[in-house]
């Protein structure tokens, strides 16, 4: 066995014994901390949002969500006509808050 092949087994077994992170675990993750809140009670679910807000776009694609944890803002994101629209809605009443292109 050559040295290069020695090496190769020693690096692939300790990237194999290294703990495996999850994203979706990590406490700065945005998704992570939208379900966090929303299980103490302090925003709505996603789900309920896109429930208020999708039906007043009508003639929009939507794209998807984010969610800014430290504003408790989703922001929904549509496309019209090739333009993007982003929509913030206020994650704990379900308001929308502000609208741009």
Do not use: C, H, W
Request: no cysteine.
């Amino acid at each position: 066995m050559t040295d290069m092949n020695r090496l190769m087994i020693i690096v692939l077994s300790a990237l194999a014994a290294a703990p495996v992170l999850s994203v979706s675990a990590d406490p700065g993750n945005a998704q992570f901390q939208a379900r966090r809140d929303m299980r103490a009670g302090n925003v709505r679910s996603l789900r309920e949002i896109e429930r208020l807000v999708l039906p007043t776009r009508p003639g929009m694609e939507y794209l998807g969500p984010e969610y800014d944890p430290v504003a408790m803002i989703y922001r929904l994101k549509f496309i019209r006509d090739g333009r993007v629209v982003f929509v913030d809605v206020d994650a704990r009443s379900g308001n929308i808050i502000g609208q741009s292109r």
